[in-house]
């Protein structure tokens, strides 16, 4: 166990971030998924700017990537042009 105030506060502020970054994670591939799965094109393309909006942030925040986060654009624009 940790003996300094500042590593207790690590500990707890770590697993916080920890936890949001979990969440936010998952709600993008969740998104990400229900673009992939949509079988009606203009209900994709409504979608798509909110997904790549919470990519962009998923990015930004460095829970992904860049590189990862700009091939997921780019595969997701391409998917929904070719419905």
Same mark, same amino acid.
């Given at each position: 166990?940790?003996?300094? @105030? ?9 697993? &916080?971030?920890?936890?949001?970054? &979990?969440?936010?994670? &998952? ?13 009606? &094109?203009?209900?994709?393309?409504? @979608? ?19 590189? @990862? ?15």
């Amino acid at each position: 166990m940790a003996n300094h @105030k500042s590593a207790l506060k690590r500990i707890r502020s770590n697993e &916080k971030k920890r936890v949001l970054n &979990k969440y936010q994670h &998952k709600t993008t591939r969740n998104a990400i998924k229900g673009i992939r799965t949509a079988s009606d &094109k203009s209900e994709a393309t409504e @979608k798509l700017p909110l997904v790549i909006s919470m990519i962009d942030k998923l990015a930004k925040k460095n829970i992904i990537h860049d590189n @990862k986060a700009s091939n997921l654009k780019s595969k997701l624009t391409k998917h929904v042009a070719a419905l």
